[in-house]
């Protein structure tokens, strides 16, 4: 299967290329950086920096993951312009140039978030479930997977994945949060109530596969693992992997002096369910968090 992929030299997308990569899948990445991909992604990936440049080339499956991170830097109104562009403007510009193809792909695998929903409070959220506010995140994601499925148009199957808080060792969320909790400095944010729909990164790479290889898969599927946990656990969960205390709160009001609007992205949270995974037959490896804690941070001092 020939795969075109955007934003694969990300986390999820580095982790996709090494896993198709041994399946024997072709794979090619969609980069500003193409001279980069194969030091990141592996030698045997083929890195592009226009789409133009794969020319009359069949192709099976398009992935689409790329967006600069979201919870980075405060969002100021360049940021969102640039949180933006990095995922509407350039969806619409795959999908402009998949209209001029003859021979088009069959999926369209795209990327978005359980931010779908907004800050979920207290209600599970099914893929079913309609969005609960329209903060920046909800207006991002919404504005995402709906560009997304203008492929459907086109022929194209189109698969949804609303992706949870992906722990991995070497990246995303936890390499942000390992240093102060080394230290001992780690606790809840806010009054930790709020929901935290985590995957392990080997989860997510599975789950994706999964959905790649079901011929009736499509529509929004939850990519998160089916006991979330308040933050508040969370926080003992990881001090525990790290045999650290974890009982130093971040009040909320310091979170929103400092961070200003992206302090809801923290402070609310999606009790979101993998309801439409399960019943598609897809059983998680890590479905307890200390258990996928122990395994990305056993050996950790």
Not at 162 to 169: E, F, I, M, Y
């Amino acid at each position: 299967m020939h795969i075109l992929l955007t934003g694969g030299t990300g986390l999820i997308g580095r982790g996709l290329c090494r896993h198709w990569a041994q399946q024997g899948h072709q794979l090619t990445v969609w980069s500003r950086s193409p001279q980069r991909v194969a030091a990141l992604c592996g030698a045997q990936v083929r890195g592009i920096g226009q789409l133009e440049e794969l020319g009359a080339e069949p192709l099976d499956a398009v992935v689409n993951l790329a967006g600069a991170p979201i919870a980075d830097r405060p969002w100021t109104s360049k940021r969102k312009s640039l949180l933006w562009a990095s995922r509407i403007s350039l969806t619409e510009q795959l999908l402009s140039w998949l209209q001029g193809r003859a021979d088009k792909p069959r999926l369209l695998l795209s990327g978005s978030a359980v931010g779908w929903y907004g800050d979920g409070g207290e209600r599970e959220l099914h893929e079913d479930s309609p969005p609960v506010c329209e903060d920046f995140a909800a207006q991002l994601c919404g504005a995402w997977e709906e560009t997304a499925q203008r492929a459907e148009a086109l022929g194209m199957r189109v698969v949804l994945v609303r992706t949870g808080l992906v722990l991995a060792r070497d990246g995303g969320m936890l390499k942000r949060l390992l240093p102060p909790f080394k230290l001992g400095l780690g606790g809840r944010l806010g009054d930790g109530r709020q929901w935290m729909p985590w995957v392990h990164l080997d989860d997510q790479i599975a789950l994706m596969d999964f959905l790649l290889q079901q011929e009736q898969a499509s529509g929004p599927y939850n990519a998160c693992a089916p006991n979330p946990v308040r933050n508040a656990e969370f926080a003992r969960a990881l001090g525990r992997a790290l045999h650290r205390l974890a009982l130093l709160p971040v009040p909320a009001v310091v979170l929103r002096v400092g961070l200003g609007e992206l302090s809801g992205l923290l402070l609310g949270g999606q009790r979101a369910l993998p309801v439409r995974l399960s019943e598609a037959g897809f059983r998680f490896r890590f479905t307890d968090l200390d258990t996928a804690l122990a395994d990305l941070l056993g050996d950790t001092d």
